[in-house]
T-cell receptor, first 114, second 110 residues
Framework: AQSVSQHNHHVILSEAASLELGCNYS??????LFWYVQYPGQHLQLLLK??????LVKGIKGFEAEFIKSKFSFNLRKPSVQWSDTAEYFC????????????FGKGTKLSVKP | NAGVTQTPKFQVLKTGQSMTLQCAQD?????MSWYRQDPGMGLRLIHY???????DQGEVPNGYNVSRSTTEDFPLRLLSAAPSQTSVYFC?????????FGQGTRLTVV
């Protein structure tokens, strides 16, 4: 079955530290990749997305992600985190065309210490 | 333009009760879906619809029913609530690849 793996359940960083959250997906042909963020008590918001083209994708709030096809990975990065980045981050994949369902990873909780 | 609207925001049910979670979108999106979010489990797909009159099961459909009589609305029905259905429920609509989520319904079954 198609699946998405997020390697870290909970990451704790100090402000200004660099962030990298891992995401791997199972093979399934053409993929569309997403990172969503959920701030405490809120709904999911799209951080960034990859459909095709440049494998380095820039999103909102200084986040970026790199699609590495050979490793089936789509890791999320930010050079310097802020306390306001404290949230839960979800990697998601859809396979095939635009009607493919979104499959989510289990999420990574990020806590940033001021 | 309200996006995706879910009601209610909070609900407490007794075991065996039934209820309907409402979801409406005003973006004329064909694709709509329901997810449940549980700690450590991420979001799991319950049911989805690719257009009015068409619905299909997702990963965890048992205990839930859906219908899609209009493009705008996609209600989720709990037939006989069980404590295992305590969760946060999110409705999403999508056009193309990008999904838009509602604010969620926090459901507790006692």
């Amino acid at each position: 079955a198609q699946s998405v793996s997020q390697h870290n359940h909970h990451v704790i960083l100090s402000e200004a530290a660099s962030l990298e959250l891992g995401c791997n997906y199972s093979y399934g042909g053409t993929v569309n990749l997403f990172w969503y963020v959920q701030y405490p008590g809120q709904h999911l918001q799209l951080l960034l997305k990859y459909f095709s083209g440049d494998p380095l994708v820039k999103g909102i709030k200084g986040f970026e992600a790199e699609f590495i096809k050979s490793k089936f990975s789509f890791n999320l990065r930010k050079p310097s985190v802020q306390w306001s980045d404290t949230a839960e981050y979800f990697c998601a994949v859809s396979y095939g065309g635009s009607q493919g369902n979104l499959i989510f990873g289990k999420g990574t909780k990020l806590s940033v210490k001021p | 333009n309200a996006g995706v609207t879910q009601t209610p925001k909070f609900q407490v049910l007794k075991t065996g009760q039934s209820m309907t979670l409402q979801c409406a979108q005003d973006m004329n999106h064909e694709y709509m879906s329901w997810y449940r979010q549980d700690p450590g489990m991420g979001l799991r797909l319950i049911h989805y619809s690719v257009g009015a009159g068409i619905t299909d099961q997702g990963e965890v459909p048992n205990g839930y029913n859906v219908s899609r009589s209009t493009t705008e609305d996609f209600p989720l029905r709990l037939l006989s609530a069980a404590p295992s259905q305590t969760s946060v429920y999110f409705c999403a609509s999508r056009k193309g690849f990008e999904a838009f989520f509602g604010q969620g319904t926090r459901l507790t079954v006692v």
